[in-house]
């Protein structure tokens, strides 16, 4: 007579977490930084949750509403200073927070990549608009202004990030610094007289300087630089 087998109760096995977006939000983000943006897919993250890929398809509709999530996530960790507190100092303020914001992407240029080909929409992107809107109108920029200026100050942090990213990661980068360097050079000695005139600032200052010069650069059009007139109407 064979021996008797004993039951395993149900009770021994570790519950599964319950799915959410949260969840499913963080376990990505924890991917992202241990082996990169690439490992990120749907597929892994499923395994990683122990469900299907279907299954996630319920809180994050695609790979791109993944990514803005993902974004949102990482900007609960930015420090919005007060509009209304920064009085005199409200330009000094919105320089550092776009450059906090670049900073941020720059840990992940390979989010920042993606979030050029999207729109993000989360509680903490929306916060990060209104606080720079906030400033903008400390400053006396004109609303209209104001509304055209947030994007292209967000997209030159966004861009820088990706860019830094891409030349990061490229083998080659430095080679090619230095032939544009010998090229710029070479050329300043023959007949380009205007890079000749400007040959030891076209390479001056440092990553944070030549940033933060672009942000003042920016605001300060952005200030002056009035909206077209609206075309007529063809009726």
């Known amino acids: 007579m064979s021996p008797r087998r004993v039951p395993v109760s149900r009770r021994d096995r570790p519950a599964k977490p319950p799915l959410s ?20 897919t749907m597929r892994r993250l499923a395994a990683e949750l122990d ?7 319920v ?16 900007l609960a960790g930015l420090t919005l200073p007060d509009p209304g507190g920064a009085g005199e100092r ?3 303020e919105l320089v550092g927070l776009l450059t906090g914001y ?8 390979s989010l920042a990549r993606s979030i050029l080909a ?35 100050l967000l997209q030159h942090g966004t861009a820088t990030a990706a860019e830094h990213g891409v030349r990061s990661e ?12 010998e090229a710029l050079n070479d050329a300043a000695d023959g007949d380009c007289h205007n890079i000749a005139r400007a040959r030891h ?28 007139e609206s075309e007529p109407s063809a009726n």
């Open 21 to 40: 977006r949260a969840g499913a939000v963080a376990v990505a983000l924890q991917i992202m930084k241990e082996e990169g943006l690439e490992r990120v």
């Open 51 to 57: 469900t299907g890929p279907a299954s996630l398809y």
């Open 59 to 74: 809180y994050v509709q695609n790979m791109a509403e993944l990514h803005g999530a993902m974004l949102d996530e990482l």
């Open 90 to 92: 409200w330009r000094e």
């Open 102 to 109: 670049t900073q941020l992407l720059l840990g992940q240029p």
């Open 118 to 152: 999207l729109r993000p929409s989360g509680p903490h992107y929306v916060r990060l608009v209104d606080t720079l809107l906030g400033l903008l109108h400390t400053g006396g920029v004109p609303v209209a202004q104001a509304a055209w200026g947030v994007d292209l």
């Open 170 to 181: 490229a083998t080659e980068a430095q080679a090619e610094q230095d032939a544009f360097v």
């Open 201 to 228: 600032e076209l390479f001056s200052g440092t990553g944070p300087q030549r940033l933060s010069w672009t942000f003042d650069a920016l605001i300060a059009g952005i200030s002056t630089v009035a909206l077209p």
